[in-house]
Every structure is written in C-alpha cells, then in structure tokens.
C-alpha cells in the first residue's frame, strides 16, 4: 500500500464482533475468542471506549475500527454498512495510500446511499448527511484561511464529498461571511471552490470563515 498501487477492502461481520467484544476481554481463557481479543488489544489502547465494559453502539463501533484501520492516519480509511435485519450488520472498510481513492470510493457510496453515504440501512434514522458536515467544517475555516488543498482533504476524510462543502460555502458567501486572504468575499470560478483531484496539487484560493 506505500507505493500508492494497492488498495484493501475488508468484509467483517461487525455486528458479532461488537455482540463478543466484551466477554471476549472478560473471558481471557476461551479460545473461541481469541482472534477477536487479539484484534481489540492491537489497535485500541486500554483507555479507549472499545476496551471498556459498556456496551457501544453499532455506528460508533464501525467508526472505531475504521479509524483503527487508519494505522494512526497514515492511510486513507472509509466504511460502509450492510444491514440484514433488526439484528445484523455487516460492514466493508475501505483502505487506501492515496487519496485518489479515497475520492472515487466516496464517490461509490454516496451514489448508493444519497441521504448519508454511510451504508444500507433497513430505517434511516440518522441526520441528513450533509448537516453532519456544516459544524466541523465550520470549525476547520472559521478565522484560519484555507486553501482548496486543504479543503479537499478535510472534506474526504469527513466522509463527504466536496459538493457537499460547496453548498455549505456558497451560503457562508452569499451571507458575507466567507473572505478570502486580503479580507474580501471569495470569488471562485469553480462551483466546488477547486476541491478536487485535478486541483489538488495547486492552490487555487484561501479562504476564511468570519462572524
């Protein structure tokens, strides 16, 4: 995966892994367990939600592994959930060395999933996807100029796609709340303020969130 070339996905029965992670720590001496305990002790130090006894819950067990997944950020993670019924779930990680990936895979579940990009789900219960967007970015931009770089990779490591940044952008424009490095609105040619692949190497503007 370091040179870019290589990319994993990972089919895990997640829903079973989060039904056993307790008794699996508890119950040191069943072997039947062992795999699933030696994965928890690798990538989760003792202090962490997934080494403690209460009980997590589903969404928030997928994004631990998938943040374990990362190697502590070295690699590009994603995930997505499957759904069977009441009580399954099953989940892909997506695994990748370069952001290009990242970007088309993104891209892949949003198209299947156009209220969350998360995955399938038998009852969507969870906010509107792009909602769960606007507050961290607006921390990421408010009184620190960006540039479309930066934009771009925030915006895919939240597991979003820059159109949906876009939105959120043009409505801090249009309310005059977003300038750019000499303190005037932003003005951008690109409907997506260049967060893309194609800019992802060159800056194209800097921008600031005001209040």
């Not at 996905?9 to 056993?20: E, G, H």
């Not at 959120?168 to 690109?190: A, F, H, P, T, Y």
Request: proline residues 2%; aromatic residues 14%.
């Amino acid at each position: 995966m370091k040179n870019g070339d290589i990319e994993i996905v990972l089919f895990l029965p997640i829903k079973q892994m989060q039904r056993f992670s307790k008794i699996a720590q508890e119950d040191e001496e069943n072997k039947s367990y062992e795999k699933l305990r030696d994965f928890i002790y690798q990538f989760f130090p003792e202090n962490h939600a997934m080494r403690q006894s209460k009980k997590i819950e589903i969404h928030d067990y997928i994004r631990y592994v998938k943040e374990a997944l990362s190697f502590d950020d070295n690699y590009f993670t994603t995930s997505y959930y499957i759904q069977r019924d009441k009580a399954n779930y099953y989940a892909l990680f997506f695994l990748t060395s370069h952001i290009y990936g990242l970007d088309r895979i993104l891209d892949t579940k949003w198209n299947l999933d156009k209220l969350e990009g998360r995955g399938f789900q038998l009852n969507q219960t969870l906010p509107f996807g792009i909602n769960r967007l606007e507050e961290p970015l607006k921390q990421f931009v408010l009184n620190n100029l960006r540039t479309n770089i930066d934009l771009y990779k925030f915006v895919l490591i939240q597991e979003h796609l820059p159109i949906h940044a876009a939105e959120i952008l043009k409505k801090w424009n249009d309310e005059g709340k977003l300038v750019d490095e000499n303190g005037q609105q932003v003005k951008s040619r690109s409907k997506i303020y260049y967060m893309n692949y194609k800019n992802s190497k060159e800056i194209k503007l800097k921008l600031k969130l005001i209040e």
